[in-house]
Every structure is written in C-alpha cells, then in structure tokens.
C-alpha cells in the first residue's frame, strides 16, 4: 500500500490534467447561455466518481442545474461522511481584466490560474482524488458519499429540495466541505463559522421614457439620483446598516471571544498594499476581522441605469438599478432580513419615483463546532500535514446550504478548506495554488482515517 | 410662381421620402463605430444642397467629423441669413426600448418614428427644401448660406476651429436655427434663451481589483457605495444644487420677467400623465417652466459599476462611474463650472477612494433678443403660417453653438424651432410630425421674405 504522499507525487501530472479539463468547463450558473456547460460539467464529474470507484453514480436532475450523487458503502457500522462540493462557477465578467482567459487554465509561479480554480473545482475534486487514492490502497476507513451540486453560485436553490426528497440517501454522519480559506500556508486554519446572505434587486422608476435631461432635467426626479440617495441612506455616519431592526437578532460575542478572534495573525499595511487602497473603511468600533468575520454587511454588488456608452448623452433614464446584498452572522435569519430590507426601501422611497424590491436568494448564518469529534479530526489531519496546529477563525464568506444540511439532515459540517483569501475568488485572475491542491488531497483521508478513529 | 404651400402640397411624398433617406443613416456621433455613415450622411447633405441649388457647396474635413458648406449668393446689396444646423444624431440606446427601429423611419398617426427625425435631420432638412422652392420660384428675398455640421450631439468640438478660421466665409446679418420647441400647434412660440452645458464623468476607485463580498465586503470601501454617497450629496434637502460657488454668477430674473414666463400654457396634470409619474420634483421656490427654462440643474446621465449581467454575483467592485451633466444659465460660465465641479467632487472624496473627474465638453448659456429685426421676421413668418402669434419661451435645451457664433461671428440667432416636446428627443421612440415638418418648409420663406423686408 503506497502511502498518500507517495501517491499524490506520482500521479500528480494527471491530478492536475483532470482538474484542468473540469476548469474549461465554463459552468456558469448565474447565466443562462451557459446551461449546456452547466450540464457537460456534472456528466464529467458524474464519470469521475465512476471511474475514481464511486457505486450508484447519478446525475440527479432538478428544477434547476442537476446534482451528482455518488457513494461507497463499505461497511454500515463504520461512520459516514458526506462530502458536498459545487461544480459551477461564478460568471467570469468582466473578461478584459483577467491576464490570461478565465476558462483555459493556465499556471504562473505555482498557481492555477482560471475561473472555479479555488471556488469550488479545485478544491472538490481534491475530494474525488482522495477518494481515488483510498480506493485504490484500500484505504477507506468511512464509508463516503458525494454530493456535487451545480446551483450554489446562484443560491442552491434545488438543493433544499434534493435534500428533503433524499434524507435516506444522505443519511451520515458529518458533512465534509471544501470550499473555505486558511490564513496561510504556514498558518493552516479551520473556519468555524460562515454567515447567511440576503441578496435583492432593487428597481427605481422615475418617468415612463428615457427624457431629454436639458427639457426635463431639473423637474422631472431622476431616478439615478433617487437611487443614489436611497443607497446612501443605508449606512449611516458610522457605516452601520441604517435599516431599522437589522441588528436585533445578531447575536454579540463576549470580550473574551472578540479577543480571541482578533489574535489571527492580520498584517493592516499588508492588507491595504495588497488591495491598492490608501485607508480601510467599516462600521465605527470593530476590527477588519470582526467586521468580516462576525458583523452583518450590506455591498452594492452592481448599480447600472441610463447611458454607459463611450461619449456624452445627455438623458434623464427612465430606470436605475442596483444589485445589493447582505452578509447575515447569527442569528439573523435571511428570510426576515430581506422583508425588513424590502420594507425599509419601499418606506424610504419618495413619490415621485416607484421602487420594486425583488429578493435573489438567500442562506442561513452558521457557527460550527470546534469541539466534535470532526473538528478534531480535521485539526489533527491538517496538523500531520503542515506541521502546524490549524487555529479557528470566522469566515466571511456564505455557503448557505450548511444551515440546512443541521436542519434537514441533523447534521454537523466541517468546512476543511485549502484556499487563500488571495485567490480572487469571484473577481478576475481567480487562482489555486498547485501546492493546496495536492495538499489537500493528501490531508483528506487522514481526516477520514482519524474521523473514524476518533469516532470509536 | 407657385406660392409655397402649393410647392409643398405638390412635393410633400419627395419631401418625405428624401427625409426617409437621411434618417435610415445612423449618423450617431458619440459612437466611433458609426464613423463611416457620419461622412456618408455629410455627403448625402452636400448632394441634397447641390440638387436644391446651391453653390460652392463642400463636405470641410475637420479634426472630427466634417462640416457641408453651401451657399446661394443673389445680390451682396441684400442681407444673408446663416442657417445652421446638425446631422449627427444621438445614440439610439436602448434599442430594445423603440417600437420600430430607430434608423429605419416609420410613419404612425401622422409622426415620423426614427432617431434624429425632430433633432435634428427633420428640423434642418426644411431649410434644404425651402431653399429648393425660393430657387425654383425665384423667390430668394436674401443671400443664404448653409453650415451644417457633424458633432453637435458631442458637444461641436471642431465647429469653433471652423468658425474662427472662416469669419469672411460665413459673413452674414443672422443666423437662424431650427432645433428647438414650439408649445403645441395650436400656440407656436419663439425659444429666446438656451441654457449651457457642462458635462463630466466621473471614476471612483476603491481596492485595485474587485473583490469576493463576503471575504472583503464591510472591511473595504465600495466604490459604489460611495459613488452613490458622493452623488447624494451634490443636492440638498431643497434640491438646490450643493456645489459651493456654482450659483454665483447665476442672473435672477425679476418678478415680472418670471411672471411673464409662467404665462405660458402649461397644465402640470397632462405633464404628470404624459411622463407617468405620481409627483413632480425639483428645486425649491421654483416652478416647473422656471426649473427647466432659467435655473440651472444637474443630472446624472448614465450610472454604472459592478455585476450588471443576470442573475446574482456576489462582488465588491473595483470601480464604479457616473456621467453628470449641468445646465446652465446667463452669466455661468461652462469652463468655470466644470472646475467649480472637479474641485468640489474631488474634496469630498473619502481617503479610502480614489476619485477622478474627466470633462467632457461644455458650451455657454445665451439669451437671443426679442426686439431684433429676425425675430420679429420670425414672429410675422408663424403667424402666417399658423394664424396664432407666437409667444417667446425660454427652453430647457443647449445648443452651446450659439454663445460661440455671437462671440465670433458677431451674430445674434433665431430660433425658428418647429418640434414638440413631446417629441422624445435623445430617447427612445424619437419622433417629427409630418404636419411639423411641413409647415415649417412653409414658413421659411416667408421668414427670408419678411427679414428681407423688415431690415431694409
């Protein structure tokens, strides 16, 4: 029996030949021109399973993009893990920024360059190659299951469902993802905690045509300026969300805790460098990693209305529009936070304009256990590995389906992530380091193997 | 001789369809792709002069876009009238938004649906015709000369090179212009006054990259956000203009001038009908005519930063941009307003920004007399034609030209407007009533006629 690092090493080539040929599957999610894509992609990752010794590969379909279900039953009385992973990606826009394109992967100074590199390809299939490697050596110390979906990008809104109709399927006993960060390659780290996320669209109508801005401008509300307005009433002079009872459910942390979360190591000068910013911004009386990690936001993720076109046009717009969503942390609750958004804007609107508030999608806020057995499992995996003992930290990121898998499936999660915060995701030039893939592949069965033990 | 409106009755389908064929070219300035149908268009224009009878007629290559001369020189005893007028249009985005498409001209309930039919090919093609009837009738009462440019829509950047460099060439006693608004047809009306344009974009820059919302958002500057918040500011409570100095040079008419103003017929429920809205707005102690017609405004033309494609993309964006426009009015100036502008939205930009003020171009405001011998000429010339006198209005537009051609030229402007605001200029669904359209081929003569007649 070859041992994991032996076999990572000679079959590295071809771990990272299969990644790529998953990365130049442009599984765009969010738009629909992408829809075949979307559906190549879990046929490939379906065949994966199947050829890596996966039993009961299917393609599961949806009311949206289909999920891949795979297993390996063997033996009931050994625990169970339920890997959940996503197959598509964010879209790629704007395409002029990246360096090289965003679906032919290509690598520079030790990093995958492509869209999904780090979120989540790379970091899924880490799982599926692990998943190889335990077959083959017969290595297996869980039983394991698979689940790939290919809606998270755009809020997982299937996967509820699939999860509801399958409780039996899904029956485990932890659920595994990688799709998080660490602080570094020096510093392994296990996130604990990710928040929720309320996602609207909001739509400012002023006049029912666009108008001439030099006949009508100045008597007419434009609805550019409206929405501006409205937008920056969100925050008020502290950058505290200025929505009334936003903040009622979020739980507060103690003294002790905030100081804990505050002893991650965060370097201010090498964050404002990195990002090519002159100062930092964030709601008065809490750090950077407080106010990414256990504070509620709000971001205009997009604001698009009248002429954006080379040259001048001088038009009053009819509409203005705004993509705008909001990171949740306990206890808030997605549901309620967009009705309160919802209402607030609506409130907030004056007559001369119509507003219409249509929420996206949404996901629950979790916190996860630092004392399970998995945790434990996960820290003493990483541990073997780096050399280092993980530390907890608070993510800022949402996968909102964790909230669910508790609820539905009764089920804990343990987010054993190997990216970086630097990997761009979501943003142009989207990078894995080749380093944390085969990392990665190497620290999972020794989580499956001290899981099991642990488990005892 | 046949008397105009018999010349008319007898052409109006060749007057139509020869305006059809101006307007299937899309002579869009803003927009370099549309390079090659601007100097067709100036050709078309050329031609369309020679075939009427003029002489010396010229297609002059400027830096940009090129200008038609052409000119009928009777006798230099009689006085000239310059006519000016444009035929580069306006880009016709949305397109999704026409009926019918924009540059393929198309007749319903009496109006021609295309872009540039009332601004301003429709409005210019008149003088052509009405020049081809008093050539063809020998009914010349003076000297004409014909200067028709290419970039009005983008500001006339190459017109005063053209103009300084050709005072002897374009020697005349008044300049008359029809890219303006009457009230309705039953009340034509004289525009005395055109505000000036200043016209600037503006970049706001946060982190050098965009970022994942949920890894960053909160802790990092949105540009958007603060764009949004920059954008508010620049009105106040009142919705007076928030830029410190920008009223200053502002001329305040007096209690009788503005009565007079507000006299004309003006219903604020049909306004509120036609436009689709519960409530008009803008600025304090003023009313609607005196909003768009002496006080200067500031509009935002065209918004944009960020996802703006389907569906939902988390990200904190890079940059976001708006293009801002002001009007304005006797005594601002464009130049000084654009830096009053610069300087403003640059000190008010957050250290955790990057702001950059771009102009775009400008042009000063005028006011054209209501004493002067053409615009009596032009006042008789309506009332002719359409058995109301004409009332003197103070409209909202700019054509900057016309500070210019006073400056240089030494010459004062009619504004022999024949358009309707209704006529969704520089929107979707651009719109010329053929009625408009013909009786103002009608009423030209008569205004040479009775110009001749009144200066001697």
Not at 54 to 66: M, W
Not at 96 to 123: M, N
């Amino acid at each position: 029996m070859q041992n994991i690092k032996e076999y990572v090493e000679a079959n590295k080539q071809r771990f990272l030949d299969e990644l790529f040929d998953l990365l130049r599957l442009p599984s765009v999610s969010a738009d629909p021109k992408f829809k075949g894509d979307v559906e190549k992609t879990a046929e490939f990752v379906a065949q994966k399973l199947r050829e890596a010794g996966a039993d009961n590969v299917e393609v599961c379909p949806t009311a949206g993009n289909p999920i891949v279900y795979g297993e390996k039953i063997i033996d009931p009385a050994l625990p169970t893990v339920l890997t959940y992973g996503h197959y598509d990606v964010q879209p790629a826009d704007p395409y002029e920024l990246w360096d090289t394109p965003p679906f032919e992967p290509t690598v520079r100074d030790g990093k995958i360059y492509a869209r999904g590199s780090a979120d989540d390809k790379g970091q899924f299939y880490m799982h599926v190659k692990a998943f190889e490697y335990m077959i083959k050596n017969d290595a297996l110390a869980c039983n394991i299951k698979f689940m790939i979906e290919g809606e998270e990008e755009v809020g997982s809104v299937n996967l509820g469902t699939f999860v509801k109709e399958n409780t039996e399927r899904l029956k485990a006993d932890v659920i595994v993802i990688s799709d998080t960060s660490m602080i570094s390659m020096a510093q392994p780290s296990l996130e604990t905690g990710l928040r929720g996320l309320s996602y609207v669209e909001v739509e400012v109508t002023g006049p029912n045509r666009d108008l001439h801005s030099g006949v009508y401008g100045g008597a007419v509300a434009n609805p550019a300026t409206i929405l501006a307005k409205l937008i920056a009433s969100l925050h008020d002079e502290n950058n505290h969300i200025a929505i009334p009872g936003f903040y009622d459910d979020v739980v507060e942390l103690t003294a002790e805790e905030r100081k804990a979360l505050n002893e991650a190591p965060f370097d201010i000068e090498e964050y404002k460098t990195d990002l090519g910013i002159q100062n930092i911004w964030g709601e008065k009386g809490f750090t950077t990693l407080e106010r990414t990690g256990i504070r509620p936001t709000l971001e205009v993720n997009g604001i698009w209305g009248g002429y954006i076109g080379e040259g001048a046009k001088t038009v009053l717009p009819s509409k203005a529009n705004a993509k705008i969503s909001m990171r949740l942390v306990p206890n808030q609750n997605s549901h309620r936070i967009t009705e309160l958004f919802k209402k607030h804007f609506e409130s907030i609107a004056p007559d001369y304009v119509k507003v219409e508030v249509k929420p996206h999608h949404g996901g629950e806020p979790v916190v996860t256990p630092t004392d399970s057995v998995a945790y434990k499992a996960a820290e003493k995996a990483l541990h073997d590995t780096f050399g280092v003992k993980p530390i907890p930290t608070r993510g800022g990121g949402s996968i909102p389906i964790v909230a669910l898998f508790e609820e539905v499936l009764g089920l804990k999660t343990v987010l054993l992530g190997f990216g970086l915060d630097s990997d761009n995701l979501h943003s142009p030039n989207e990078k894995y380091g080749i380093e944390n893939y085969l990392m990665g592949i190497s620290t999972i069965p020794l989580f499956h193997k001290y899981y099991a033990e642990l488990s005892k």
